[in-house]
């Protein structure tokens, strides 16, 4: 039995995963977990912690939802790395800095994907497509009274005009990742000034994307993007 394998207690409870969610969570939080550490392998982990391995992976798709754990190809799965730009100015727990560190992580990918995604839209969507941007815009427009529908309404839009590309791929790169999106807006749609310049962010995006505008539609997703993550460094910078 290796190092590892004997921080972990056998747990039985009809839902399994939540279990394991919250003593690998622990594990983190108490340092006998540290980032960048390689968890044991699925066989071997499920007969430690007595449970199955169906159980077992879907504990890591929360894990990995929330930025804690991840998966390399042909490598397993680890702990992961705090973001070093917030590794020593922040003084949280570790938990917690490996959350932002994904959030950060999540923002850089998506100011690489998402201009990426509106160029296609612009040459991919439909009059179908149009409408249904367009209609998640307006959703969004309506939503800022109410806290989660707002939040939802946000990630639908960028789900429509992921759509417009007619790329499973990209979808499902959206839609893997709403929660990530849930955890970014929750920092950042909470005051009526950054609401509203959102807003107008995203109806920028759709009028390029309405006039065939491939540089404008590219520009305000990255403006729109680049935006947002100065926000959540605000947001980082204000509640360290």
């Given at each position: 039995m290796t190092r590892l394998d004997r921080l972990f207690s056998n747990i039985r409870s009809e839902r399994l995963y939540e279990k394991i969610v919250t003593q690998i969570r622990a594990l983190i939080e108490e340092g006998k977990l540290k980032p960048g550490d390689k968890l044991p392998g699925e066989r071997e982990l499920s007969t430690t912690l007595g449970c199955s391995r169906t159980s077992l992976r879907e504990a890591f798709?929360?894990?990995?939802?929330?930025?804690?754990?991840?998966?390399?190809?042909?490598g397993g799965r680890f702990v992961q790395q705090i973001e070093q730009s917030i590794k020593y100015e922040y003084h949280k727990p570790t938990v917690d800095l490996l959350e932002k560190s994904a959030i950060l992580y999540f923002l850089e990918a998506r100011e690489i994907?998402?201009?990426?995604?509106?160029?296609?839209?612009?040459?991919?969507?439909?009059?179908?497509?149009?409408?249904?941007?367009?209609?998640?815009?307006?959703?969004?427009?309506?939503?800022?009274v109410y806290s989660d529908q707002k939040i939802s309404s946000d990630m639908n839009f960028h789900v429509a005009v992921a759509e417009a590309t007619h790329n499973f791929v990209f979808v499902s790169i959206i839609e893997s990742n709403l929660h990530m999106i849930r955890q970014i807006r929750k920092q950042t749609l909470t005051d009526l000034e950054r609401?509203?310049?959102?807003?107008?962010?995203?109806?920028?995006?759709?009028?390029?994307i309405q006039n065939r505008d491939v540089q404008l539609a590219m520009t305000a997703t990255t403006m729109h993007l680049q935006n947002l993550r100065k926000n959540i460094e605000k947001s980082l910078r204000d509640n360290k």
């Open positions: 798709r929360v894990l990995e939802a929330e930025g804690l754990i991840i998966s390399k190809s042909g994907l998402e201009p990426r995604i509106a160029e296609l839209a612009v040459h991919r969507a439909t009059a179908a497509d149009l409408e249904k941007i367009e209609k998640a815009l307006g959703e969004v427009e309506k939503s800022f609401y509203q310049q959102s807003l107008e962010e995203h109806k920028q995006i759709l009028l390029a």
